[in-house]
């Protein structure tokens, strides 16, 4: 147990959807990084937050929007859900955000859209 | 960005046998070179780092090797056992980058 947390496990939604993954770092950890996983994919880099502000970019639609809240959790909302949107969610978190340092992943959203 | 590029795809290796995956990354003033193993329906988890100023780096059997003027790195596995089949990812970022690239995964499947 990495001591990141994941909500909900699963998801199953329909097209045109609207969703929200929420993510809690380990203890003391300040930054969060959101990713996705899809059978072809890999691991693809969506946004990275530090202590509530936006730290990088990656390849994140702009149907998907993310935030980290005063309490250090984090939610990543996915919009206008496509086909394609369907895939394994995960969120990490390390303490200062830099990438030179381990992050430890949740155990991750799959979610399907039908 | 950086590109991570990852070889091979699927690997299959006989038990006690060695097993290596390779990366190549595109920007040269990449220094920090992490590998994640993910097991069936889990978690990616770290399980060896190099930066850029080390050439080698062990851990009992797992071994990392990073050649700065190729710009490849490579994952070093021996004598494998069952617990080691599992998806490996390499990554690298960029010293004033704040987001890792990782390769596209490589399947190991151990045979007993």
């Known amino acids: 147990d990495s001591g990141v947390t994941q909500t909900p496990k699963h998801l199953i939604t329909a097209t045109g959807q609207r969703v929200t993954l929420r993510c809690s770092p380990r203890s003391g950890d300040l930054s969060v990084y959101w990713y996705q996983q899809s059978l072809d994919q890999g691991l693809q880099f969506l946004i990275q937050y530090y202590n509530g502000e936006e730290r990088a970019k990656g390849n994140i639609l702009e149907r998907f929007s993310a935030q980290q809240f005063p309490d250090l959790h984090s939610e990543l909302n996915l919009s206008s859900l496509e086909l394609g949107d369907s895939a394994l969610y995960f969120c990490?978190?390390?303490?200062?955000?830099?990438?030179?340092?381990?992050?430890?992943f949740g155990p991750g959203t799959r979610l399907l859209v039908l | 960005g950086e590109n991570v590029e990852q070889h091979p795809s699927t690997l299959s290796v006989q038990e006690g046998d060695s097993a290596v995956i390779k990366c190549t990354y595109s920007?040269?003033?990449?220094?920090?070179f992490p590998w994640y193993k993910q097991e069936l329906g889990k978690r990616p988890q770290l399980i060896i780092d190099?930066?850029?100023?080390?050439g080698e780096k062990k851990d009992q059997r797992i071994a990392v090797t990073l050649n700065k003027t190729a710009k490849h790195f490579s994952l070093h596995i021996t004598e494998t056992q069952p617990e080691d089949s599992a998806v490996y990812f390499c990554?690298?970022?960029?010293?004033?980058?704040?987001?890792?690239?990782f390769g596209a995964g490589t399947t190991v499947t151990v045979r007993a």
């Open positions: 920007d040269s003033a990449s220094n920090y």
């Open positions: 190099i930066r850029s100023n080390v």
């Open positions: 990490a978190s390390s303490v200062t955000g830099n990438p030179q340092e381990t992050q430890y």
């Open positions: 990554a690298a970022t960029l010293a004033n980058d704040y987001k890792l690239s």
